[in-house]
């Protein structure tokens, strides 16, 4: 774990980057009101990296997040910005921060954003935590990310409609969900769904396998079924999917792509109650010193983990969960 000398620490940015999370305002909020409770200034980077390269910062204040706690998205802005891979516009981004009087920063955001953070810090000395905000649940070290329950609770109310139209006409239903390289949100929503089988990146199904599924269900007299695909590398797999099941099967599987829905919206309990926790735990960080870390959640206690860790390795689904789809179907 990183150190830095804080003993003079008075300014400290907060920025989200990547994809927007549900639960990201309950974030930026608690790290707002724990660093002035913390006698400590705070401004808004705008629009993520990008905004730090432009210079684009906004003070805050107690009021300013004001009415924020239940809202969808990031009210100060996400963005992506390739020019932050390259080193040279990193020290145009620190040049801008320290003008500004900015000595250390929360980054809420993916791996990607944190990759950007652990960079700046590195090569320009500006201390960092970073707080875990993606729907995909796909980060190393903790537990859950900001966004995977509203993610998975949008994703599951879809299903349960859908299953009323399913059971209604004895349809198979393909019903893709977010998960570029991980299959998190699929497998959550796979279980909590009652569904016939699951898709994810990590664990390829083959299509013979999941006929053979629905072949024995309909002989045990099951009428419908709910099949669920991450959207892994190709979003609209599903149409491939259902198209392959047809070719060998002559099941006719009716398509439904949940894509953008599963981002917005108000943000669960326990969205608001994880962005809060981990806003001001990042917050204290700082606040002793310590940087170069991913504040998170293991078993229900706050922890903070070593970025380089984080980022070197992949977090593993739980297999389990694939076997009780299995087995509850
Ligand atoms: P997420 O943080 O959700 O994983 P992205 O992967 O899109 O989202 O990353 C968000 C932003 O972080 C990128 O647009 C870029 O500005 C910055 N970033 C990502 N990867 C790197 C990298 N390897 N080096 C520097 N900056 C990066």
């Given at each position: 774990m990183a150190q830095f000398n804080s003993s003079s620490l008075k300014k400290i940015g907060v920025f989200t980057s990547g994809g927007d999370a549900p639960g990201m305002n309950a974030a930026i909020r608690s790290v707002v009101r724990?660093?002035?409770?913390?006698?400590?200034?705070?401004?808004?980077?705008?629009?993520?990296?990008?905004?730090?390269?432009?210079?684009?910062?906004?003070?805050?204040?107690?009021?300013?997040?004001?009415?924020?706690?239940?809202?969808?998205?990031?009210?100060?802005?996400?963005?992506?910005?390739?020019?932050?891979?390259?080193?040279?516009?990193?020290?145009?981004?620190?040049d801008h921060l320290r003008a500004?009087?900015?000595?250390?920063?929360?980054?809420?955001?993916?791996?990607?954003?944190?990759?950007?953070?652990?960079?700046?810090?590195?090569?320009?000395g500006i201390p960092y935590v970073g707080v875990p905000g993606t729907i995909d649940n796909d980060i190393y070290g903790t537990d859950v990310t900001i966004g995977f329950d509203t993610a998975v609770n949008t994703a599951l109310e879809a299903i349960d409609r859908i299953r009323d139209t399913a059971a209604s006409h004895d349809r198979l239903f393909i019903v893709e969900v977010m998960g570029r390289?991980?299959?998190?949100?699929?497998?959550?929503?796979?279980?909590?769904?009652?569904?016939?089988?699951?898709?994810?990146?990590?664990?390829?199904l083959p299509v013979e396998a999941v006929i053979d599924k629905i072949q024995a269900g309909v002989k045990g007299g099951k009428t419908s079924s709910i099949l669920i695909a991450a959207e892994g590398q190709k979003p609209g797999r599903a149409y491939d999917l259902a198209e392959s099941i047809r070719k060998k099967s002559g099941f006719e599987a009716k398509v439904?792509?949940?894509?953008?829905?599963?981002?917005?919206?108000?943000?669960?309990?326990?969205?608001?109650?994880?962005?809060?926790?981990?806003?001001?735990h990042a917050v204290d960080l700082l606040h002793q010193g310590v940087c170069d870390v991913m504040a998170g959640v293991r078993n229900g206690q706050l922890i903070n983990l070593d970025m380089s860790q984080c980022l070197a390795q992949r977090k593993v689904i739980p297999q389990g969960y694939l076997d009780l789809v299995d087995r509850l179907r």
């Open positions: 724990a660093a002035i409770s913390s006698k400590l200034e705070i401004e808004a980077v705008l629009q993520g990296y990008k905004g730090m390269l432009k210079g684009e910062f906004a003070p805050l204040n107690l009021r300013s997040v004001a009415n924020t706690i239940q809202r969808g998205g990031t009210f100060i802005k996400t963005g992506r910005s390739p020019e932050f891979h390259q080193p040279e516009q990193r020290q145009k981004a620190a500004r009087g900015i000595q250390a920063l929360v980054c809420i955001g993916g791996d990607g954003s944190f990759t950007g953070a652990h960079l700046l810090w590195k090569e320009q390289n991980s299959g998190f949100i699929a497998l959550d929503v796979g279980l909590a769904g009652g569904a016939e089988a699951v898709f994810i990146p990590e664990s390829p439904c792509i949940l894509g953008h829905i599963q981002r917005g919206g108000a943000p669960t309990a326990a969205d608001r109650i994880l962005g809060s926790r981990l806003g001001a």
